[in-house]
T-cell receptor
Framework: EAGVVQSPRYKIIEKKQPVAFWCNPISGHNTLYWYLQNLGQGPELLIR????????DSQLPKDRFSAERLKGVDSTLKIQPAELGDSAVYLC??????????????FGPGTRLTVL | GEDVEQSLFLSVREGDSSVINCTYT??????LYWYKQEPGAGLQLLTYIFSNMDMKQDQRLTVLLNKKDKHLSLRIADTQTGDSAIYFC??????????????FGRGTQLTVWP
């Protein structure tokens, strides 16, 4: 079974430029998450989707960040314009619907963004 | 406090046991998780424990949960050099505006010496 796929793996851009990250979750997983991981820190949730609906986006900086999950499968996270402080690893995760409530999340390898 | 706390570094000799400790914040958290992250990779789920359990064992891994003190530990028996990685503790908070969110610690860098 294929895991969570993310692309690109690395991205270097200049500040004020736009950037987009793509995520393909594990087949059949209805919940998708985007996390931000700063150097030396644990992941922090940016947004959570249940199918195509964003059910938890209160930690997404909406002035410059946007996300979409059309058709409830793939998702794109965008930053426009990027700032120096956005340099970090952006992780995507997915989880299946679970009646037991564990919501076990499976993570992709992440996209490492460097803003110059 | 509001943060999940972990010590940042742990060094052990190959073959010894490793114990990584974590203090979480919310007594109502339902699930506690341990994830492993190797360089350049995403997080790999190692194990989890439900909050009404005291202990869970899975091969070389033993998780102990002290709900009264909100303390979680991960013991790795017979630690190998391949266990060298960053280990993250996470709690799933299930109330209010944080319903269903995972909160992670900063991670413990485990170094295993041959």
């Amino acid at each position: 079974e294929a895991g969570v796929v993310q692309s690109p793996r690395y991205k270097i851009i200049e500040k004020k430029q736009p950037v987009a990250f793509w995520c393909n979750p594990i087949s059949g997983h209805n919940t998708l998450y985007w996390y931000l991981q700063n150097l030396g820190q644990g992941p922090e949730l940016l947004i959570r989707y249940e199918n195509e609906e964003a059910v938890d986006d209160s930690q997404l900086p909406k002035d410059r960040f946007s996300a979409e999950r059309l058709k409830g499968v793939d998702s794109t996270l965008k930053i426009q314009p990027a700032e120096l402080g956005d340099s970090a690893v952006y992780l995507c995760a997915s989880s299946p619907y679970s009646t037991s409530g564990t919501d076990t999340q499976y993570f992709g390898p992440g996209t490492r963004l460097t803003v110059l | 406090g509001e943060d999940v706390e972990q010590s940042l570094f742990l060094s052990v000799r190959e073959g010894d046991s490793s114990v990584i400790n974590c203090t979480y914040t919310d007594s109502s958290s339902t699930y506690l998780y341990w994830y492993k992250q190797e360089p350049g990779a995403g997080l790999q789920l190692l194990t989890y424990i439900f909050s009404n359990m005291d202990m869970k064992q899975d091969q070389r891994l033993t998780v102990l949960l002290n709900k009264k003190d909100k303390h979680l530990s991960l013991r790795i028996a017979d630690t190998q050099t391949g266990d060298s990685a960053i280990y993250f503790c996470a709690e799933k908070r299930d109330r209010g505006s944080t319903l269903g969110r995972l909160y992670f610690g900063r991670g413990t860098q485990l170094t295993v010496w041959p």
